[in-house]
């Protein structure tokens, strides 16, 4: 599980000044679709299980009315690469970027000063269409005692039985470890 926590905080590390770099490119994305939800679309099957803090995804047709709870998205080729709190920017951005063999979402909010700070990356490890592990770091520095950020962990490593997820288990922390095992 160290393996994995330092490869997770080399990419918060990479990405963590990136905000306006990466807000440019996605503004700068032609022929993108634009798709309203009522919370993040998922970045891999199952996630918002996983979490159990989302619920499963309500894509709205056009734009709704009011931008309460709502979630913009930007596609390109069917996958999403930006999605923001339609009532406030500030609140939440999420940036999807897709690389050879994985998938990483990088989630920024605005911090005390309204300056836009990266709080959580989560890596997708794919090989071909099966999901092997995923890799989900968070921190809050706002949230630190004696100067020590509050930092959370996980690792999720899939097993399959005939190309179908067999089992999900999780290893991580918050302050102390834990373990957790999904089966479907």
Same mark, same amino acid.
């Given at each position: ?18 905000y306006?770099?990466?807000l ?9 679709e634009?798709?309203?939800s ?8 199952y ?8 619920s ?21 080729n ?9 009532r ?5 951005v ?13 989630s ?11 709080t ?12 092997? +592990?995923?890799?989900?770091?968070? $921190? #809050? ?8 950020? *509050?930092?959370? =962990? ?9 190309? +179908?997820?067999?089992?999900?288990i $999780? #290893? ?8 957790? *095992?999904?089966r =479907?």
């Amino acid at each position: 599980m160290d393996k994995e926590l330092e490869i997770t905080k080399k990419f918060f590390n990479k990405y963590k000044s990136s905000y306006q770099v990466l807000l440019n490119q996605a503004e700068q994305y032609e022929d993108k679709e634009v798709v309203w939800s009522n919370t993040y679309l998922n970045l891999y099957p199952y996630e918002h299980i996983q979490y159990n803090q989302r619920s499963k995804p309500k894509i709205y047709s056009s734009k709704p009315k009011s931008s309460d709870g709502i979630i913009e998205s930007w596609m390109k080729n069917g996958k999403v690469f930006f999605a923001f709190d339609a009532r406030n920017i500030l609140w939440g951005v999420e940036f999807i970027i897709s690389e050879a063999g994985k998938t990483i979402r990088l989630s920024y909010k605005a911090d005390e000063d309204d300056e836009m700070a990266l709080t959580a990356v989560c890596c997708v490890l794919h090989n071909n269409d099966l999901i092997e +592990k995923v890799l989900a770091y968070s $921190r #809050d520095d706002s949230l630190e005692d004696d100067g020590i950020a *509050k930092e959370t =962990f996980y690792v999720s490593r899939y097993s399959y039985i005939e190309g +179908k997820i067999h089992s999900i288990i $999780r #290893d991580g922390f918050y302050l102390e470890k834990s373990n957790q *095992k999904f089966r =479907f």
